[in-house]
């Protein structure tokens, strides 16, 4: 499985876009990429998957360059609501196991 | 709306017994995990199933048990509970390649504390 890293934290303002870069160095061929969000006290909920270039949906964007051993998620305009942790994964397409890192802690502020 | 289901939601017990942690998913899915994971803290796979009479542990070690019998049924289970057991308890699933999407369904959680 290919490991992830992401920043630990991150702030912004209301109404700013916020871009979170996942480095996943080892990615291989038949990997995806996903992002989830978590609020305190629940279970993280998926946001978007991408395989490569770009992605977007009513949520958020997804960037991946060429090499595909990196990926941002762009969060465009954000709000007080989005405050949560965002988790960078990298699937496996025919894995079972699927493992969270660290995630990063974004806090909006007003 | 996810249809996956946890019970129970908040649960307080003494040292010793003997808990199950109930976890059922109604979208066939194949894949099923169960998380463990501290307040503010990153969540750690505990055990993974990818279909019926199969079980996997996961990255964190854990005295917890589970079985998986039923497509839609994965209960997880701790013989003797220890106060270091405390946390909170996220059971997922996932169908192999659905509609495009490698999505990962969670509960809501179950939220054990152990005394």
């Known amino acids: 499985l290919a490991k992830t890293t992401q920043p630990i934290s991150m702030d912004s303002y209301e109404g700013q876009e916020v871009n979170i870069t996942c480095s996943h160095n080892n990615i291989a061929t038949n990997d995806y990429i996903t992002w989830y969000q978590q609020f305190p006290s629940q279970g993280p909920r998926f946001i978007i998957q991408?395989?490569?270039t770009k992605v977007t949906n009513e949520v958020a964007s997804l960037f991946i360059p060429a090499d595909r051993k990196s990926s941002t998620l762009s969060l465009p305009r954000v709000s007080l609501s989005d405050t949560a942790v965002y988790y960078c994964?990298?699937?496996?397409?025919?894995?079972?196991?699927?493992?969270f890192g660290g995630g990063t802690r974004v806090l909006v502020k007003p | 709306e996810a249809d996956i289901y946890q019970t129970p939601r908040y649960l307080v017990i003494g040292t010793g017994k003997k808990i199950t942690l109930e976890c059922s998913q109604t979208?066939?899915?194949?894949?099923m995990y169960w998380y463990q994971q501290d307040p503010g803290m990153e969540l750690h796979l505990i055990h993974y199933?990818?279909?019926?009479?199969?079980?996997e542990k996961g990255d964190l070690s854990s005295e917890s048990t589970v079985s998986r019998i039923r497509t839609e049924h994965f209960p997880l289970t701790l013989e003797s509970a220890r106060p270091s057991h405390t946390s909170q308890y996220l059971c997922?699933?996932?169908?192999?390649?659905?509609?495009?999407?490698?999505?990962?369904?969670f509960g809501p959680g179950t939220r054990l504390t152990v005394t």
């Open positions: 997922a699933s996932r169908a192999h390649y659905r509609g495009g999407k490698y999505e990962q369904y």
């Open positions: 994964l990298v699937v496996e397409a025919a894995g079972n196991k699927l493992t």
């Open positions: 991408g395989y490569k």
């Open positions: 979208m066939g899915h194949d894949k």
């Open positions: 199933s990818y279909g019926v009479n199969s079980t």
